[in-house]
């Protein structure tokens, strides 16, 4: 039992329940997630997630769609962490068609994971800390992740979704002014994560507010399937990068941060470090960076040279007949996941021999964090509810999906 639900036994319960629905429509539930509650007092007697307010349908309409019009589908079921949901989907198809992807576009990949993994965990360090009062926090967390927006856009001229993922590596190659770009973001970002930890570490409303709050633990963990920094603040060193490593991870150090307490205080800490750890894998991997191709040679996946197409016939046929029809993966089924900021992100996809997925199958981080708060809210008061949907960061485009 939390330490706020002991408190709890001395605020003088009346002894009359009452039904209290949380959001849809309400800011910290983190998206239209609902939660219907039931309260002695100010003490959460249950809690019941009701999902679905969304509708978008993604993994159906991916049946609908060629492997190539996907990618535009799956980068908004995590809306927070695209590049991941690009590089799942991107590496099952691999994956299936046996496509291998050039060494330069393996690395740009991992930069561009990792930057969406530090901008995902300062939006979540920022909005928490705003529910809890805390504005300053908010603004010197999306002060740093604009910078790392720009990045994006500078590249792909689009900022939240950068979709430059293609089957068999990337759209096209790095800006000339990115590395420089991306190195000073480096050089800049320890002076903010000093700042945000000063800022929450050992502040005591933060604190009060986080430490005991929400504890899910290793069994819990283990129960609801929970992952990322969720089943990582319980003690378990569980990371797809490290367990069944992509992109050359395994050719990458860095830690897997764990903790003991299974809190709420707990995950907050383990994503602080998460932001540092990611930053050591983007300068290591700008020092990786060698010239080459960031696309396939394959013809089976890969559009033509563009300078082809003035004088070959047989490339404008190549590229019509891959815009347009697409490319056809063996029959076959897999399963292949990576670690995107929320934790296991996976995907199943069944191929038939089409042009389009039989079926794709998302395995979300976030449902299973959902889920679990109908076990760790009770005993818990209604003012804690907020920080236990805040530290599990569910996305509900990765829930409804």
């Not at 504005?135 to 967390?141: E, W």
């Not at 040279?305 to 697409?326: D, T, W």
Request: proline share 6%; charged share 25%; glycine share 6%.
């Amino acid at each position: 039992m939390s330490k706020k639900s002991q408190d709890s036994d001395q605020l003088g319960l009346s002894g009359e329940i009452m039904e209290l629905n949380l959001g849809p429509q309400h800011p910290s539930t983190h998206g239209v997630l609902r939660l219907k509650l039931k309260l002695d007092g100010e003490v959460i007697l249950s809690a019941e997630p009701v999902i679905g307010y969304l509708h978008t349908g993604i993994e159906k309409e991916c049946e609908t769609r060629t492997y190539h019009q996907v990618f535009t589908l799956v980068d908004r079921l995590d809306y927070l962490s695209g590049p991941a949901e690009e590089q799942a989907f991107a590496g099952a198809v691999e994956r299936l068609m046996n496509v291998e992807v050039p060494e330069r576009a393996q690395t740009i990949r991992i930069i561009l994971l990792e930057l969406s993994r530090i901008a995902s965990h300062l939006l979540w360090a920022g909005t928490s800390a705003l529910e809890l009062n805390m504005s300053s926090v908010y603004m010197y967390c999306f002060a740093e992740r604009e910078k790392i927006l720009d990045l994006f856009e500078e590249m792909s001229g689009a900022r939240m979704f950068p979709s430059v993922w293609r089957i068999g590596g990337l759209a096209y190659d790095l800006n000339p002014e990115f590395e420089r770009n991306a190195r000073a973001f480096l050089k800049s970002f320890p002076y903010t994560w000093k700042d945000l930890d000063r800022l929450l570490t050992d502040n005591y409303v933060w604190c009060e507010r986080l430490q005991k709050v929400a504890v899910i633990d290793e069994e819990l963990c283990k129960q609801y399937m929970c992952t990322g920094p969720v089943i990582r603040a319980a003690g378990v060193p569980y990371d797809i990068r490290k367990v069944y490593p992509y992109l050359g991870y395994e050719n990458y150090q860095f830690d897997i941060p764990t903790r003991k307490e299974a809190d709420a205080y707990a995950r907050y800490l383990i994503r602080m470090e998460e932001m540092k750890q990611s930053a050591s894998i983007i300068d290591q991997a700008l020092g990786k960076l060698k010239p080459g191709p960031v696309l396939t040679n394959d013809r089976k996946v890969a559009l033509p040279p563009r300078r082809e197409l003035a004088r070959s016939m047989e490339a404008v046929i190549h590229q019509f007949k891959l815009v347009s029809e697409g490319y056809h993966p063996p029959v076959g089924e897999l399963y292949y996941c990576v670690e995107s900021a929320r934790g296991e992100l996976g995907y199943f996809l069944v191929s038939d021999g089409s042009n389009k997925p039989y079926r794709l199958r998302v395995r979300s981080p976030s449902f299973p964090h959902v889920e679990v708060l109908e076990k760790v809210c009770p005993g818990l008061l209604l003012s804690d509810v907020v920080v236990a949907i805040a530290s599990v960061d569910p996305i509900l485009g990765d829930v409804d999906r």
